[in-house]
Every structure is written in C-alpha cells, then in structure tokens.
C-alpha cells in the first residue's frame, strides 16, 4: 500500500460530508413528509437517504483506511451519480451538469494508477 494520494483524501472527505447531509435529510425529510400526512412514503425515502448516507460516510471513512472494496463501490456510486445526473437533465435542467461534472471527475480519479495501487486494485 502506497502513500494516500491527496485527491482520495478530498474525496473521502467529501463523501463523508454528503453522507452526514444525506443522514441529516433523510430525518428531516422523512419526518416533514410524515406531518404532512404522508407517512410510510416518508419512511421509505427517509431510509432510502439514511441507507445512501451510511455507506457514504463508510466510502469516505474507507478512503482514510484504504479499504479495497471502497474503490469498487466509488466507481459504482459514481456511475449511478451520472446516470441521475443525465435523467436530471431532461427532468430539472441544466442545474443537474455541475453533478454530473463532479461524479465524472471522480470516476476519471479512481482510475488513476495511484489511486488504484493505494485501493490494492492495480
């Protein structure tokens, strides 16, 4: 295992971030959505924000920690991000490229020989 390259530390810093906002918003969101009188799809799109906001903070805790499998399932994320991203723009406009810009940033990034040899994926 090499040096940790400085954009994986950015990325799982990032990614820590967006998890503990996903956490936050699948609460939040869930509960308003439950006051409004609509409970159980509440519930559900609270757990599917609580669910995505757990494996980010593990994507970004992997990255410190050089887990392998945190490579794999970043260029997972990072794919499905750019589908959405790619539906969100024929949905809610061009707001949606800046997303789409990043996640392809990210999946460029894992592929590089550094980040692939500090995963243990070269």
Known sequence: MSGRPLGVTII???WIIGGLLMLVAGFVGGAILAVAG???IGAAIGVVFFIIGIVDVLLGVGCFLAWSWVWIVGIVF???SILIGLVSL???GIN???GIIIS???LWYLFQPQVKAYFGSA
């Open 104 to 106: 392809a940033i990210i």
């Open 12 to 14: 799982g810093i990032l």
């Open 38 to 40: 609509l409970g159980s």
């Open 78 to 80: 990072s794919a499905i």
């Open 96 to 98: 949606a490229l800046v």
């Open 90 to 92: 024929f949905t809610s």
